[in-house]
Structure formats: C-alpha cells, structure tokens
C-alpha cells in the first residue's frame, strides 16, 4: 500500500504537467504512460508509434517457465533485493490429466527442482513466491497486486489481464523484467491509442467474452499491434471488474501492447472484495486521475487514433475459431451453416472452462447456473468437461457455495488451479500427432492449431463460460441455447434459461 500511495501522491502533478506540454486533454492511457516516466516529472511530449521511452513500472509478475531464466540472469546482476515488488508464479508446470489432487502431486514430483529453485531465490532477493496450485498468475494478480493507475510488467503475454483493475499491464520478455528488478529503466516504443466504446448494456446469454470476441473479429490478431486499447462509455462502467479482465486479457490475440479500463464502482466493488479497501479509498481520492479527461470520452475521435463503437445491446453470443481468435460466429444457424461448408466437425467432444481469461467467481457462479438446469431438467451430458479455477481463494469459494458440486455432479473433471489445457498442459492423448479429426468449445484465449492438445485436427473454438457449458451439455457446435431445445432422459424437450450468477460472491471470499 506504501508504494500504491507514492505513485498516487506524484500523479498529479505529472499529470497536470503532461497536459500542458501535450496542450489537450488526455486519455487514461496517456495519463498512467506520463505518471511512470523514467525521468519523473514529465518535460516533453512523445509521437505515439515513434519516439521511443523510458518507464518506471511499479511492480513485476514472472510465471515459473519464464522466471527461470530470468532469475539466474538477475542472480548475476550483484544486487542483494529487487528494486520493485516482483512475484513469481507456479501455474505454467502442472499437466491436466487425472484431476487437481493427483497432478499436483505428479508436478510437484516431475519439477521439484524447478519449484525449489524458484523459491529458493525468491526467497533470497525478496520476491513473493506463490507454489504450485496457489493459482494461475494473473488471476492471483488482478487478486492481490493489481491497482488502478498502475503500470507492470509481466513475463508472460496475458499479462494485460490486469487492465481489468485499470492498469498499464504489458507481456515482456525476461531480459527487460530482468532490467527492472535490477533497478534500470524499461524501453517501450509510446504506443498508438485505441478507443473502443461501449453502449447498452450486455444481459441473457451475452458475456463480457463475447465483447473482445467482436474486437477480435473487427481488429483480427494483427490490429492491435503497438497500440493500448482503451475501453470506454456506459456498458463499460456496467461490466464487473474480473469481466472487464476477461477483455483486456484477450487483448494479446489482437496484438495490442495492452488493454484498460478507467477506475470505477465496480473496481471499488472489487478491491474491496478482496481485502484491499485500503486501496480503494486511496484510488478513491485521486480518481478523476485514473480515468481519462471528459472531454476525451465526448469527443473520441479527436484523442484516439482509432475509435471502435460496439453497441451491447445488439450484441449476441459468439463463438471465434477454429485455430485463430479472429475467425467469428454467431451461434447457432450461421454456425450449422459455416461448420458444414467447411466440414468442422459439428459434434463437440469436450468443454473446457478456466484460464486466466475465465476463471473467475462469476464465470464459475454463471457456467453453473447451466449446469444445474442440466440437473433439474434431466439432460445428461453430451461432451467431456472439465474446469480450470483461477486461483485457490475462488476454487475454495466455488467449492463452498456448492458451485464445484454441481459441475461434479455432471461428471466434469475439477483440474488444478493452473493453466493446464490452455496452454497444451493437457494429456488428452497418448500420441496427439495421429489423434483424429475433432472439435472443442473452450472459454480460454488461444486456439491455434494443436494448442491445447498436441493434436493438429483439433477445431478449437473460443467462448463464453456460459456458452462453454451449454454447448458440451447438447454435444453440438451449432447448438444455441436462447433458441434450441433438448430432449431429456425422460424424452421431453426442455430449454434453458438465461445464464444466472453473482459478480462477487455473495457470503463474500473464502
């Protein structure tokens, strides 16, 4: 909190003095980029996608692939402490197979030298070490570390999940986190804005997912590229916290150099949620800091160097793939129709929900809501399922308020708070080189060829929790849940309801 407080005790200032020099009203973007200057109070303006800068990020998050190498670089480097907070995560190492209990402990097992080691030094160099199954990194961030008005650095590319908490949040590679541990500047080229804005309100089926699903298919995995996205406008303010996570997390398919949001009732909502109202009364008391000017959310196209318009209220349940992000449909016929020329397979073979994209309380508390209807309705499931929980708080959570029960219930496989499918950690085949043609629903955020599974005839498509959840339930890619019936174990024909959940838990976090 000390160090919270310092970066917001200069903001001001450098934010006032950044608006004189740049001589117009800023974006949240621009703010946070002028406040972390490696030079402090801002002295000059920069040309977004040309000059390239000196920052001073707050703090440092490092996954256990990544922060081996980068350790034993900053082992080398003399220093006796890390010059700015840093973390360093255990989620990428554990193969989903058998379910949480036993792959954790065939983890712990396979890479206990790795896990020994990455304590050890975290130990040493003062960085805070979370062990395997504690959760996957960037859900333990937007839990514990994230901030609004923030900027960080992460070696892992999903990093940006915490512009869900109204940050600056960027992917990099070790020698750069190395840099920063070590006490020295970090380089970025100034990027390109960005402005996405949201009106209506998202409500039945549609999800927080399906608004970066859209962004996908309007930007494709190249759009982005050099550019902050900055989401703005009513149906921004009117998305949870962890939802707006789930958008800024996905902004790494698009190329973006990152995603965020403006502070709001719902990152208040969330902060304190999660034991941080210390935090929230700081950022409470330079908030109009931590969101850009009025006048640049009046007036986009004068601020950003693109403006997107997406309206919620139009928008419908996607699903995007199979083996790229950008490739978008709606559910349902477009979907009967796209499968068939293309020969995807129609029958689903598995849903997977969790990832760092979505893992959260109310991504579980929505997806089964589903399942549950399943229950009460008498269906039997059609696909294999199996989920991922972000973090041990929201697993422990989930499985008090009796969420995990009912996905059990359905014969879904729990795996271990880890990235597990979603990032090919997954023993789904014995030889995945000469598995067969098939599909999978999942609500992660890659789905290139043979990126969950190993399997290349893999068709992997990319979608909500609730979607996830609905579709292995019917067993069918073309299934649309607003629309389509069902035929039950008794023979009857029954549909589902809207998707139900809570933003935050309503007995409050385990």
């Not at 962890?242 to 403006?262: D, L, P, R, W, Y």
């Not at 699903?319 to 449909?329: E, I, Q």
């Not at 477009?334 to 073979?349: F, G, I, R, Y």
């Not at 422990?396 to 359905?410: H, P, S, V």
Request: net charge negative.
């Amino acid at each position: 909190i000390d160090m919270i407080k310092g970066v917001y005790a200069t903001m001001a200032e450098r934010v006032d003095k950044a608006r004189s020099i740049v001589g117009k009203p800023l974006t949240l973007s621009e703010k946070i980029l002028y406040s972390h200057l490696w030079d402090g109070t801002p002295s000059k303006a920069f040309t977004r996608g040309k000059d390239y800068v000196d920052f001073a990020p707050d703090r440092i998050a490092c996954q256990d692939a990544t922060a081996q190498m980068a350790l034993l670089q900053f082992m080398q480097a003399g220093k006796p402490k890390v010059a700015v907070p840093t973390t360093v995560h255990c989620d990428h190492l554990i193969q989903a197979k058998n379910g949480a209990a036993a792959d954790l402990k065939s983890a712990n097992s396979t890479s206990a030298e790795v896990f020994d080691f990455l304590e050890s030094v975290s130990n040493k160099y003062g960085i805070g070490f979370w062990k395997p199954g504690a959760g996957i990194i960037h859900q333990v961030v937007l839990e514990n570390y994230a901030f609004p008005g923030g900027m960080m650095i992460g070696t892992d590319s999903h990093t940006v999940n915490a512009g869900g908490l109204g940050m600056v949040a960027i992917g990099v590679g070790g020698a750069d986190a190395v840099d920063v541990m070590a006490g020295m500047a970090w380089e970025l080229k100034f990027p390109k804005l960005i402005g996405v804005r949201l009106t209506g309100e998202i409500s039945g089926w549609t999800a927080p997912k399906d608004i970066i699903l859209k962004v996908a298919e309007i930007l494709t995995v190249k759009g982005g590229t050099g550019a902050i996205v900055e989401y703005f406008g009513p149906g921004a303010k009117a998305l949870s916290c962890t939802g707006k996570g789930t958008i800024c997390n996905m902004g790494a398919e698009i190329g973006a150099t990152t995603s965020t949001f403006g502070y709001d009732e719902s990152m208040e909502r969330y902060l304190r949620a999660t034991d941080r109202s210390d935090v929230a009364d700081a950022a409470n008391e330079v908030k109009e800091y931590l969101t850009a000017d009025k006048e640049v959310y009046e007036s986009p196209e004068n601020y950003f160097d693109e403006v997107i318009d997406i309206d919620l209220s139009k928008l419908g349940p996607l699903l995007n793939g199979p083996f790229t992000p950008d490739l978008s449909t709606e559910v349902g016929k477009n979907m009967t129709e796209k499968a068939t020329k293309n020969d995807w397979p129609l029958q689903v073979e598995w849903g997977l929900i969790g990832s760092c994209t979505n893992s959260s309380y109310e991504d579980l508390s929505r997806a089964s809501s589903i399942a549950q209807q399943a229950l009460d309705k008498g269906l039997k499931i059609k696909a294999d399922l199996g989920i991922n929980p972000g973090s041990e708080q929201v697993r422990y959570t989930a499985e008090r308020d009796g969420i995990l029960g009912i996905f059990e219930k359905l014969d879904a496989k729990i795996f271990t708070n880890a990235c597990g499918p979603c990032i090919g950690q997954w023993a789904r085949y014995s030889d995945p080189k000469n598995a067969p043609k098939n599909s999978i629903v999942h609500s992660f955020n890659r789905n290139f060829a043979k990126r969950a599974d190993g399997n290349p005839n893999t068709h992997a498509f990319v979608a909500s929790p609730e979607i996830t959840a609905a579709i292995a339930i019917a067993g069918r890619l073309d299934f649309n849940p607003i629309t389509d019936t069902l035929i039950n174990e008794d023979g009857q024909e029954v549909k589902f309801d809207e998707p139900t959940g809570w933003e935050l838990p309503p007995k409050g976090f385990a």
